[in-house]
Each structure stands twice: as C-alpha cells, then as structure tokens.
C-alpha cells in the first residue's frame, strides 16, 4: 500500500519556489501546496530582526491558519562594508516599491570607494507546525560587490553579485549552476537531505494537536428547557 501523502503548504505566492520546491521532494510523499491554493488569508508582518525570525514568523502564522505544517524561507544580502546592510530589507532597500534595478543602484551608491567589497548571501527555511514547534535550515553564500550590473540572468541582486569559485556573478551563470551554490539552494538542499526525518517529526507533531473541546458560550443565553418551534 502507497504511503499516505502529507499535506503540506509552501507560505509564498512565488511560482518560481513551488515549482523548485516540488521538484526537490517529488520522492516524498508529500502533497505541496502553496498560497495560491488557499482563500485568501492575512498577510504576515515581517517585522523580524534577523531572517530566521522573519522565516519563522511566516512559517509559523501560515501553519496556525490553515491548521497544516507549512514551509517558509528568508533571504538577502548581506554587505560587509555596510555593516551587514541591506540584510532583512533586501528586497525594499531602496524603498517598499523599489524594483530589483533600484535596490542594486542604490546598493552600488553605497559601495562608491569602498574598497571591501566582501559579501554574502544568506537564506533561512523553516518548517513549522500548527502549535508552533519548527525545523530550520540555514545556507550562506559568499562572494564580492562588483562596481557595475554584469549579466541578465537571476534577479535580485544577482548582476552584482560576483561569485569566485564559478568565476561570474549570478546573472552570469545558468540557473542550474547558480542553484548547485546558491545560498537557497544549499538551504534546500539541507533539508532535502534528511526530509525523511522531516517527515517523521511533522507526523509525530501533528499527532500531538488535540481537536479544542467546543465552546457553548455563545449559546448560554438560550433556555432549553422547552423546545421551541422557529416561525
């Protein structure tokens, strides 16, 4: 008899990461959703300091709605020279609607005469359960600042991202390539490795989640002492 699949969410609207993520457990069983797949629910604040607490916060809230274990992941960029800048706020360095051209010129700016150019790309993944237990997956990936945009592959920050062991930044470099070294990729590879004990843990946490006993409050005003007839 086929193993029983375990329902699963992926927290993110990116089809590019449910794609990925699918590929990567397809011989698991495990039934992956995403965002996409749901009505719609609140979004998470992620007011976090640090990325395995953005990763958790997102993790952790999408589980407890839905009531399913869910998997999340933060990243960004972290820039030596900058104290570790633009870090949780990679995505909106250069303001909330910043696009990827805008972050990375507003990141060049910064870097004008800084001579360490040292960098990393960081990735936090975490796997969390309704109550609130989780897994987490770290990954780093570290590399130099290059003074201009090389490349039209990737996103983000990836045309200045210049990675020494490939020779090229990230938007040099085909996707397979830059996700065999990538920090995500390692991230998920992390947890890919050993996602048999991933599973067994879900199992065993899920388990553990007790149905809440009813709550008659809002019937104690009702008298059922003779049954009434609805007009």
Not at 27 to 42: E, Q, T, Y
Not at 80 to 97: D, Q, V
């Amino acid at each position: 008899m086929a193993e029983k699949k375990m329902l699963v969410v992926l927290a993110s609207h990116n089809k590019g990461k449910i794609a990925e993520m699918r590929e990567l457990l397809k011989d698991f069983p495990v039934d992956l959703k995403s965002l996409h797949d749901f009505g719609s629910i609140p979004d998470v604040v992620e007011d976090g300091s640090t990325f395995d607490d953005n990763s958790y916060k997102k993790a952790a809230f999408t589980a407890k709605v839905l009531g399913i274990p869910a998997i999340s992941d933060d990243s960004g960029l972290v820039v030596e020279a900058l104290e570790g800048a633009p870090g949780i706020f990679s995505a909106r360095y250069a303001g909330e609607k910043a696009s990827d051209q805008d972050n990375i010129q507003k990141l060049l700016d910064e870097m004008k005469g800084k001579e360490n150019r040292k960098a990393a790309f960081e990735c936090v993944i975490s796997v969390a359960v309704p109550s609130g237990p989780a897994l987490t997956y770290e990954g780093r990936c570290e590399g130099e600042i290059t003074k201009e945009p090389h490349g039209d592959s990737g996103f983000g920050y990836d045309p200045v991202f210049y990675y020494p062991e490939l020779g090229k930044t990230f938007a040099e470099s085909d996707p397979e390539e830059k996700n065999r070294v990538s920090h995500r990729g390692r991230a998920l590879a992390e947890m890919a490795g050993e996602f048999d004990k991933v599973l067994t843990w879900l199992r065993q946490r899920m388990a553990e989640i007790k149905p809440p006993k009813p709550d008659h409050s809002e019937f104690e005003h009702n008298d059922w002492s003779e049954p009434k007839m609805v007009q």
